[in-house]
């Protein structure tokens, strides 16, 4: 596990190092965390396709938001989990209204309605309610 979060602009930065020089193709996979892709790219790296997937996917990385990428890339590393002191009352009915509207979210995220970032997004608003 890594200490810190990967960052979106180094990841960008080493796809597009990746599409200039060919000896550069796959390191912006090891570095979000995909070694098979890595060592795929740097195997075809004599050919222009990881030039050209790793320029697009510098643009990608940067076209995407930041909850975005850490939802992809930096899942398990960062985490929002808030704390309730003991001093704090949360409402039990409260708590059981949001955990339905999570259950109906996973649902609609499980029938292709929305997407995992939407879900994602719309779970911690859930969340941050109980509190």
Same mark, same amino acid.
Do not use: C
């Given at each position: ?7 979106? !602009?180094? %990841? %960008? ?7 200039? %020089?060919?000896?550069?193709?796959? +390191?912006?996979?090891? =570095? ?8 795929? =790219? ?5 050919? @222009?396709? @990881?030039?050209?997937?790793? *320029?697009? /996917?510098?643009?990608? =990385? ?5 909850? /975005? ?5 930096? /899942?398990?590393? #960062?985490?929002? #989990? !808030?704390?309730?002191?003991?001093? /704090?009352? #949360? ?7 949001? %955990?339905?509207?999570?259950?109906? +979210?996973?649902?609609?995220? *499980?029938?292709? +309605?929305?997407? $995992? =970032? $939407?879900?994602?997004? !719309? ?9």
């Amino acid at each position: 596990m890594l200490d810190k979060p990967r960052n979106r !602009k180094v %990841a %960008a930065a080493l796809a597009f190092a990746g599409a200039v %020089a060919p000896i550069g193709a796959g +390191l912006h996979k090891f =570095y979000v965390g995909q070694p098979l892709w890595g060592i795929l =790219y740097l195997l075809l790296s004599m050919t @222009p396709i @990881p030039r050209v997937a790793s *320029a697009i /996917e510098g643009v990608w =990385y940067l076209t995407q938001g930041a909850d /975005e990428f850490d939802l992809k890339f930096n /899942e398990g590393v #960062v985490s929002t #989990v !808030k704390v309730v002191s003991s001093t /704090e009352s #949360v409402d039990p009915g409260q708590i059981s209204a949001v %955990a339905d509207a999570v259950r109906q +979210l996973d649902q609609l995220r *499980a029938d292709g +309605l929305i997407s $995992e =970032y $939407e879900f994602e997004q !719309k779970r911690r608003q859930l969340l941050d309610r109980i509190t």
